[in-house]
């Protein structure tokens, strides 16, 4: 497995596999590796010639430094299951390769990066797509996979490999779970014993969407039985709900008539969860 630091190695490593006339998977990540990541290199695996991860924690797409400070690095263990999954090439470039100095231009997609979790996050989605665009510009893969657990990131990106007619197909991989329901999240360790179990809440949340979706009700019907779960569980605190037409996001108001995106952040002190699901009535 070939590890590059810097654009060049990498471009010349990735120049080798286009000789061959291999076709390039990519998955992009933050590092921090889990199922969830490991089920991506998985698919990609099985959909191109050459899997190429890259890590980097993208500084632009976090709201205060303590959080960025705070989020989990191991890059020894991250590059071992990486070797053991039998990746080609693992891109981690730092933070002056990604963001040279100087540096002024960033990628937003307008409407969809300021909604719903746009909104509790200001400037997140704009930090995604700009490192995105970046790193696409690097390594020019043919498809690139990203989690269907953050939701709105995948429809995010999509909208920008559209609009910048950029060469990628953007593919997305159904979420991981832990044996008891909660979504994989490099944020998971972070939660105390009790947070751990309260975090539940999301799951059970989704559940009880997915049966009342039976029932056809309208949209407010639908927001309420998840915001009366979420707060039967005293230790969380609903910080976003957005029920949204599953590719558009646009808001649904009234009966819900055709599939629909819940997308879901829960706070557990300050560690915010996310999960969400594709409801069909
Ligand atoms: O989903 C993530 O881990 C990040 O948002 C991504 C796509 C790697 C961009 O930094």
Avoid: W
């Amino acid at each position: 497995m070939k590890i590059c630091r810097t654009v060049a190695e990498c471009r010349a490593a990735i120049g080798e596999f286009r000789k061959a006339g291999e076709t390039v998977g990519m998955v992009p990540t933050m590092g921090f590796l889990h199922a969830g990541h490991m089920s991506l290199v998985a698919l990609a695996k099985s959909r191109a010639d050459r899997t190429v991860v890259s890590i980097f924690v993208n500084p632009t797409q976090f709201g205060d430094s303590a959080d960025l400070d705070a989020y989990p690095r191991d890059e020894t263990r991250d590059l071992e299951m990486l070797r053991a999954a039998g990746v080609d090439l693992v891109f981690m470039p730092d933070v002056d390769t990604m963001y040279p100095p100087g540096d002024e231009t960033i990628v937003e997609t307008t409407r969809l990066a300021n909604i719903m979790h746009g909104q509790v996050r200001p400037g997140h989605f704009r930090g995604v797509t700009t490192v995105v665009c970046r790193l696409f510009n690097i390594v020019q893969p043919d498809t690139a996979f990203f989690g269907e657990k953050d939701y709105q990131q995948l429809q995010v990106i999509k909208r920008m490999v559209a609009d910048l007619h950029m060469p990628v197909k953007i593919i997305g991989g159904t979420t991981v779970r832990e044996p008891d329901g909660l979504a994989m999240s490099s944020r998971n360790v972070r939660l105390s014993a009790p947070d751990r179990a309260a975090a539940l809440v999301l799951s059970r949340a989704l559940n009880k969407a997915e049966t009342i979706m039976t029932q056809h009700p309208t949209q407010r019907a639908l927001r309420e039985a998840i915001v009366s779960v979420i707060a039967s569980e005293p230790r969380a605190a609903l910080k976003g709900l957005d029920i949204a037409a599953a590719e558009s996001l646009t808001e649904i108001d009234g009966p819900l008539t055709g599939p629909a995106a819940i997308m879901l952040s829960v706070a557990f002190g300050d560690i915010l969860l996310i999960d969400q699901r594709v409801v069909t009535p």
